[in-house]
């Protein structure tokens, strides 16, 4: 029995060091330890090894299992780095100039959130950021969000690990969670937080939401929200700087028109829609494009202003929707690809 199993050893250790593709070393494999291979032949034995010489036997077919493995091994691991090599192609002198001369572009979601901040800046918001990772406080607790909330099943919302610790996102609770922001109205909540009014921010950033991603929904995507509080804020005030901005965004014809709905921090709420000649009508003359409405008097109290003395109103978008609108752009996987010939468009 050692002298066959050191003759398939001897064999192999000849034969493996010359294979070169994945198929030829497949073929090898099956030769040696496949269902009808010499080595398993050699296993196959062992039932007619008397019993008192198997525990020597099968030490010796052990040790040659192993070192036949490590033939194989080395043979995978030669030939994965080949195929790698192959891919990445002859070697290059980073430190010459690229063969590329082409400038880069401004990512079309970089120059729709620029050309909103724009607009909203000559009216008088500035722009204010806060922490992708929350508290449950700032995401929901103070937007009047109720614990049993759909928003906050883990169905819907990313929350980290029990243990996790981030030194810059405080807590009101040692009990809360952290998660990933669903929006970016805890912006809103801290810019309060740290002033009184009169308030008038907009909050561009990235967001976070349980989703399954196909060409119009996506796990990650890109909000912006606005806040404006003041003393006698109305309704109207909130129509008129929506009418703004997307005449000044997509051209003068376009209109906007409000549909009631409900959202735990605004009342009263509205879907805002927006209707242009120029735009695709995707079967229907009239776009939904966001969310608004007049800020709850019980978030007002939440971050100790008098509902009494301060009205306001907030609104938010998502901007992929206005990039595939202005774009013409009809999936929002588009935007995440990375892809040269996508993102030379908007050069």
């Known amino acids: ?27 090898a494999k099956a030769r040696y330890v496949g269902p009808n291979g ?29 070192r036949l493995q490590v033939l194989l091994d080395e043979a995978l691991a030669r030939i994965a780095a080949a195929e790698l090599a192959a891919q990445l192609g002859p ?10 001369p082409g400038p880069g572009t401004r990512h079309p979601l970089t120059l729709v959130r620029e050309e909103m901040c724009r607009i909203l800046r000559k009216v008088g918001f500035s722009v204010a950021d806060g922490p992708e990772v929350e508290s449950e406080y700032y995401c929901f607790d103070a937007l009047s ?20 610790r ?11 969670r952290y998660l990933l922001r669903t929006h970016t109205s805890s912006v809103q909540i801290r810019t309060m937080l740290r002033g009184e009014p009169p308030i008038r921010i907009v909050s561009p950033g990235r967001v976070y939401r349980r989703d399954t991603t196909d060409a119009t929904h996506s796990a990650n995507f890109h909000q912006l929200e606005c806040l404006y509080v003041d003393r006698n804020v109305t309704v109207r005030d909130l129509k008129a ?6 005449a000044a965004l997509l051209g003068k014809d376009t209109r906007t028109r409000f549909r009631p709905h409900y959202f735990g921090y605004t009342e009263p709420s509205f879907e805002v829609d927006l209707a242009a000649a120029h735009l695709p009508r995707v079967n229907k003359p009239w776009i939904e494009i966001g969310g608004c409405g007049m800020v709850d008097p019980e978030v007002f109290a939440a971050v100790g202003y008098d509902p009494e003395r301060w ?15 202005l774009y013409g752009i009809d999936d929002i996987r588009y935007f995440y690809q990375n892809d040269a010939r996508f993102l030379r468009q908007f050069a």
Do not use: C, W
């Open 145 to 164: 969000t109720p614990a049993d909330h759909p928003a906050r099943d883990e169905k819907d919302t990313f929350y980290l690990p029990a243990d996790a």
């Open 1 to 27: 029995m050692q002298a066959q199993l050191q003759a398939v050893l001897a064999k192999a250790a000849a034969e493996l060091p010359a294979v070169l593709l994945r198929p030829e070393l497949e073929a």
């Open 38 to 66: 010499e080595f398993t032949a050699l296993m196959k034995q062992m039932g007619a090894v008397p019993k008192e010489e198997r525990p020597a036997v099968g030490k010796l077919i052990n040790e040659a299992k192993g």
């Open 166 to 176: 981030f030194g810059n996102v405080s807590k009101k609770d040692p009990a809360e």
């Open 91 to 100: 070697t290059i002198d980073p430190t010459l100039p690229s063969p590329d």
């Open 311 to 325: 009205t306001g109103y907030a609104f938010g978008m998502g901007l992929e929707r206005l990039a595939m609108l």
């Open 241 to 246: 700087l929506l009418d703004h901005i997307f």
